[in-house]
């Protein structure tokens, strides 16, 4: 039978092209137990130690939209990362009677805080630094436009770095950075006291209203890799 001898063939990776992410938020009420998201930017900067990415949270406490990490202490399979980038959120919709500090909140951390941090790749260990460069060089090569409405009571603007292209990114140009199956992965974002002190100033998200009341908005910071994974391919005859 076709399918009994279809059952002894070994299974074969396959590969798939990838993107892996995880997020850090900030706002008033994010959920306070997840690991590295805070209440306010004041509490970021005092808290004194780099921002983690991809060993601090996982898909299962936080949902796929934050980071799909299936767990925090290594890749579930081989991957072979072609790019890196990191994305830097504040939406900020402002009431007329804002101060002008509030009105530029947006701008000053999506524009200003990147030159003042350093962000470095550590893999299999938390000596093995293999990448280090500033957040401005790895724009995240997706993402919406800056766009505003208006005129009206309040406004909304959101941004990125740079255009939302997908080779807008930090690439490995020469060779594909190669990552084994359950190695640990992690990017370190490093504060300057220059950024501490921005963060300190910045109000928080303000929220955006409706008609039907207000939308808390979270200001957030993201880094995805980009690559190709190697996965078992379906197990069509496992038993």
């Not at 990362?81 to 000053?108: C, H, Q, T, W």
């Not at 409405?149 to 080779?167: D, I, K, N, R």
């Not at 020469?174 to 084994?180: C, D, E, G, S």
């Not at 207000?214 to 190709?228: F, Y």
């Amino acid at each position: 039978m076709y399918g009994q001898e279809s059952s002894q063939q070994p299974f074969v990776n396959v590969t798939q092209d990838f993107l892996l992410w995880d997020t850090i938020a900030i706002g008033s009420d994010v959920p306070t137990n997840i690991n590295g998201w805070y209440p306010s930017f004041a509490a970021l900067a005092a808290a004194d130690v780099p921002l983690s990415f991809f060993n601090q949270r996982q898909e299962g406490e936080t949902g796929t939209t934050y980071t799909n990490m299936k767990k925090k202490t290594g890749l579930d399979w081989p991957l072979d990362v072609e790019s890196l980038g990191i994305r830097f959120i504040y939406p900020d919709p402002v009431n007329v009677d804002m101060f002008d500090g509030d009105r530029a909140a947006s701008k000053m951390f999506r524009e200003v805080l990147v030159e003042h941090t350093s962000l470095s790749l550590y893999i299999g260990g938390s000596d093995d630094k293999i990448l280090s460069l500033k957040p401005a060089h790895a724009p995240a090569g997706y993402g919406p436009m800056a766009n505003q409405s208006g005129p009206t009571a309040s406004y909304s603007s959101t941004g990125t770095m740079g255009e939302p292209l997908a080779g807008n990114r930090w690439l490995w140009l020469k060779k594909a950075l190669t990552l084994p199956k359950d190695i640990s992965i992690e990017v370190r974002l490093n504060l300057s006291a220059k950024a501490k002190q921005l963060l300190v100033l910045l109000a928080a998200v303000q929220p955006i209203e409706f008609l039907a009341g207000s939308l808390q908005n979270w200001a957030l910071i993201e880094v995805s890799l980009r690559g190709t994974r190697q996965v078992q391919q379906t197990g069509e005859w496992h038993r």
